[in-house]
C-alpha cells in the first residue's frame, strides 16, 4: 500500500522539524525521516512487536553501519 | 469521505432499511427524527458498526457486540444475515463497505447464536468488484478503513453523542488523550519513540546476553545480576512514586483552586458591598424624584389646557361667526347711518330693510368666555414648560428604578455563587489542606530524588561490572553491541527533542480552533476570551481578566460544559482537517435556549456532511426553521403500527 499522508497534513511540518533535529544532534542524514516514513503506515498497528523486530531493527541497523 | 447511503438488515429495530443521505455542498443537513428509544441510536451505532466492527460499540452503555445488535424477531424466526451498508465517496471514488454476521434461528429471550465469522467488503463501485488495495484479510480491510478514511479512535470527533461528550472536558480518558495525540500528528512519533525505546531493549539483553556467553567470570557475573535485579526493583519504586507524587499533586492543585475560589468569593462580597452602597444612593435620588414626581401632582390639570382649547377651536360657534359678524356691521351702518356702501352702492330703503333684516339678537357667548379663559390661563402658567419638567421628573425615575433592578439582580446572583460558610475560615482550612499536601509532594519528591540517585549509582555499578567483562574479553562482537546501544539511545533522543518542537508548534493552533468555536458558542462572549488546554490536557476557559475556571466551573448548567467539550471535538475536528461526516446522536441534550440556538447555526458548519438524530423536544419545528435552508433530507423514525418493536424510516412532513 502506498504511503500517504495519515489524517492529517503535519506530515510536511514534522519532516521540516526532524531533518533539523537531524542535524542538530549529527544523525545520519534521513534516519529519523526514513522511521517517520515507516511509522506513519504502522500507525494503526495494534501489535508492534513484529514491527519493531524487523522493519525497525532493520532500519537501525542499516543506518548504524553506514555510520 | 461522505456517506451517500445507509442500508440496513436484521441491525436492531431494522429489519430493511435504504436510507438516501447523501448531501450537496449548499444543502449538506441530513436530519432525522425520533422519539426516545425508537431506533435514534440504533441507527448510530450501525454507521459506527460498519467502520469499526465491535469497537465502534465499545461505548455503547449496554450493547458492546454485535450479536447484540441482531434483530430478535428476524432470529425467531428462521436463520439469517445481519448486515450494515455504507456507500460512501472518498477521494472522487465511490465505495461500499458491507458488514456483517450470520445468525442462527433462536428462541425469543435466549442470546442469539451467530456463526462468529464477522464479514467485512469493501467494494469498489467503479469496477463492481473487491477493492484489491483492501486487501484480504478482515485486519487489513480495517486497516484500509482506519488510515484511508477516519481511523477509530479518531472517529469519536466525528461520531458522538451530545449527551457523553462531557467527558472529553475534565480529565480526558487515555483513549481520548491518544485520539488527539493523533489529530495533531504526534501519535506518529510517539510511536516512534516507544519503538525505539524496545530496540534500546532488545540490543540490550543481545548484549548482556552476549557478555553471560562469552565472560568466564562467574563471580562478576553474579555481581552483576544482582545488581540488575537491584534496578528493576527501584524502577518498579520510582514507578510507585512517581504516581503517588502525581496524585499529591493533583490533591494540592484542587485545594489551590478552591483557594482561588474563595479569594474570588471574597472579592464577590466586596463588589456586592460596593453595589449595595450604589444602590442606597440610588435610593435617596428616588426619594427626591418623588418629591419632584409629587410637586408636579399639584400641576398636573394644566396639562388639560392645551387638549382644552383645541376642542374650543374644533367646535362651531352658534350662531356662526359669519352671522355674528353680518350683524354686528349692519348694526353699526344703520346706527351712523351709512349713505353708501363700501361698494358705492347708495343705501336706499330696500337695501335698509336688508340690513335690519340680518341684524340679530347677540348675547354674550359662553364658548368665547372659555376660550378667553383658557388662552389667559395658558399664557399665565405656561404649561408646556411644566410637561417638559415632568417628563424629565419620570424618566430619571426609570432610570433610578432600572439601576436599582439591575443591582439587585447582580446582587442576588453573587447571593447565589456564595456558597454557605464563611469565606475566612474555609480560606483557613483550604490553606492548611493545601500546605500538607505540599509537604506530601516535597517528601514523596524527595524519595524519588533518593530513588533516582540510588538507581542512577546502581546504573553506574552495573556499567562497571559491566566493563570488567568486557575487558576480559576482547571481543569485538561486544564493542558494536555497545556502540549499537548508544546509537539507538540516540536516535530516541533525536525523536523526543522532534516531538517537544512539534507539540510547541501545534498546540497553540489547537487552543485556538477550540477558543475560535467557543467564542461563537456561547452568550456571554464579553466575560471569556478562550480556552486553554494543558499538557494533560484538560481544559479551562479563559476569563475576561485572565483568570482560568476549570470547565466544570464555567457555567451552572450542565449544558455549559456541552458547550466547551462541543467546541473541543469541533475543534479537533477543524484541525484533523479530515473531510469526513459529522453524526450527532441526541445533539442539544440538556442545553438551554440560547446555547440551544447557538449551538444548532453553528453545527452546519461543522463539516460538508452532517447527520443529526434528534428527538422532537430537542429540536423543536421553530428550531428547525435555523437549519432549514441546510437541509437536504429530513426523516423520521417510526414504529410500525402493527408491529410496534420494529422501526421504519419514512420522509418527515413538518405540519404547518
Given amino acids: ?67 | 469521505m461522505k456517506i451517500k447511503e445507509i442500508e440496513l438488515y436484521n441491525w436492531g429495530r431494522y429489519q430493511k432499511v435504504t436510507l438516501n443521505v447523501n448531501v450537496t455542498k449548499e444543502n449538506n443537513v441530513v436530519l432525522i427524527r425520533a422519539r426516545n428509544n425508537q431506533g435514534k441510536t440504533t441507527l448510530f451505532y450501525a454507521i459506527k458498526y460498519a467502520l469499526y466492527g465491535k469497537f465502534g460499540l465499545k461505548n455503547h452503555k449496554n450493547q458492546n457486540e454485535p450479536f447484540e445488535w441482531i434483530n430478535r424477531q428476524a432470529a425467531a424466526k428462521k436463520d439469517g444475515e445481519m448486515c450494515v451498508q455504507l456507500t460512501i465517496e472518498h477521494d472522487g471514488k465511490e465505495f461500499r463497505i458491507q458488514r456483517g454476521l450470520k445468525f442462527f434461528q433462536t428462541n425469543t429471550g435466549s442470546e442469539i447464536q451467530t456463526d462468529g465469522k464477522e464479514k467485512l467488503e469493501i467494494i469498489d463501485q467503479e469496477a463492481g468488484k473487491p477493492l484489491s488495495d483492501a486487501g484480504k484479510e478482515i485486519a487489513a480491510k480495517q486497516n484500509w478503513i482506519n488510515s484511508m478514511l477516519i481511523p477509530l479512535d479518531v472517529s469519536q470527533f466525528f461520531f458522538f453523542d451530545g449527551e457523553d461528550i462531557k467527558r472529553y472536558t475534565d480529565e480526558p480518558e487515555e483513549s481520548v488523550k491518544t485520539a488527539i495525540l493523533r489529530v495533531l500528528g504526534i501519535k506518529v512519533l510517539i510511536n516512534a519513540k516507544t519503538d525505539l525505546e524496545n530496540i534500546q531493549k532488545i540490543f540490550n539483553e543481545l548484549h548482556n546476553k552476549k557478555l553471560n556467553e562469552q565472560s568466564k567470570d562467574e563471580k562478576t557475573k553474579l555481581k552483576l545480576k544482582e545488581k540488575q535485579d537491584q534496578i528493576k526493583e527501584h524502577e518498579i519504586v520510582i514507578e510507585h512514586l512517581t504516581g503517588a507524587l502525581k496524585q499529591a499533586e493533583k490533591l494540592r492543585d484542587s485545594y489551590t483552586e478552591k483557594l482561588r475560589q474563595n479569594v474570588l468569593a471574597q472579592e464577590k462580597i466586596k463588589e456586592r458591598q460596593r453595589i449595595k452602597d450604589a444602590n442606597h444612593i440610588l435610593d435617596k435620588n428616588l426619594k427626591d424624584n418623588d418629591i419632584t414626581l409629587r410637586e408636579h401632582r399639584g400641576i398636573s390639570s394644566l396639562l388639560l389646557l392645551h387638549p382644552l382649547l383645541k376642542i374650543i377651536d374644533s367646535t362651531e360657534e352658534n350662531p356662526p361667526s359669519k352671522d355674528q359678524w353680518e350683524s354686528k356691521t349692519a348694526q353699526h351702518m344703520i346706527y351712523e347711518k351709512f349713505e353708501k356702501c363700501v361698494c358705492e352702492t347708495d343705501i336706499d330703503n330696500k337695501i335698509k330693510e336688508i340690513l335690519e333684516n340680518k341684524v340679530i339678537e347677540l348675547r354674550p357667548n359662553p364658548q368665547a368666555q372659555l376660550k378667553r379663559f383658557v388662552e389667559d390661563i395658558i399664557a399665565r402658567t405656561m404649561p408646556d414648560s411644566k410637561f417638559s419638567e415632568l417628563r424629565h421628573a419620570i424618566q430619571e425615575r426609570i432610570r433610578i428604578q432600572g439601576e436599582i433592578d439591575t443591582n439587585n439582580t447582580i446582587i442576588n446572583k453573587i447571593n447565589q455563587e456564595l456558597s454557605l460558610g464563611t469565606p475566612d475560615e474555609i480560606v483557613k482550612m483550604l490553606k492548611d489542606k493545601e500546605e500538607n499536601a505540599q509537604s506530601e509532594i516535597m517528601k514523596i519528591g524527595r524519595d524519588v530524588e533518593r530513588a533516582e540517585d540510588q538507581l542512577e549509582n546502581l546504573s553506574k555499578e552495573e556499567g562497571l561490572l559491566k566493563r570488567k567483562l568486557e575487558q576480559a574479553i576482547d571481543s569485538e562482537e561486544l564493542k558494536t553491541a555497545e556502540e549499537q546501544k548508544k546509537f539507538v539511545q540516540k536516535v530516541r533522543d533525536g525523536i523526543q527533542k522532534s516531538i517537544d518542537a512539534y507539540y510547541k508548534l501545534r498546540k497553540p493552533q489547537l487552543e485556538k480552533h477550540v477558543s475560535d468555536v467557543f467564542l461563537r458558542l456561547i452568550n456571554m462572549k464579553k466575560l471569556y476570551t478562550g480556552i486553554t488546554i494543558d499538557d494533560d490536557w484538560e481544559m479551562k476557559v479563559k476569563y475576561y481578566d485572565g483568570s482560568l475556571l476549570p470547565t466544570y466551573q464555567y457555567g451552572p448548567s450542565a449544558g455549559a460544559s456541552q458547550i466547551v467539550a462541543t467546541a473541543f471535538i469541533a475543534g479537533l475536528n477543524k484541525f484533523a482537517q479530515k473531510a469526513g461526516p459529522v453524526v450527532i446522536d441526541t445533539p442539544l441534550g440538556r442545553l438551554d435556549d440560547i446555547h440551544r440556538t447557538n449551538l444548532l447555526e453553528y453545527y452546519n458548519k461543522m463539516s460538508d456532511q452532517v447527520i443529526i438524530l434528534y428527538t422532537p423536544t430537542e429540536i423543536n419545528d421553530k428550531d428547525q426553521v435555523i437549519l432549514e435552508d441546510y437541509v437536504k433530507e429530513h426523516y423520521e423514525i417510526i414504529p410500525y403500527d402493527d408491529m410496534p418493536d420494529l422501526a421504519r424510516i419514512v420522509p418527515y412532513e413538518r405540519l404547518i
Fill in chain 1, 1 to 67: 500500500m502506498k504511503i500517504r499522508k495519515v489524517l492529517t497534513e503535519a506530515s510536511d511540518e514534522i519532516k521540516k522539524i526532524i531533518d533539523k533535529v537531524e542535524v542538530e544532534e549529527g544523525l545520519p542524514k534521513g534516519i529519523l525521516n526514513e522511521i517517520y516514513e515507516q511509522e506513519l503506515v504502522q500507525v494503526h498497528r495494534e501489535n508492534r512487536t513484529p514491527y519493531v523486530e524487523t522493519s525497525l531493527r532493520e532500519l537501525i541497523t542499516k543506518y548504524f553501519e553506514k555510520k
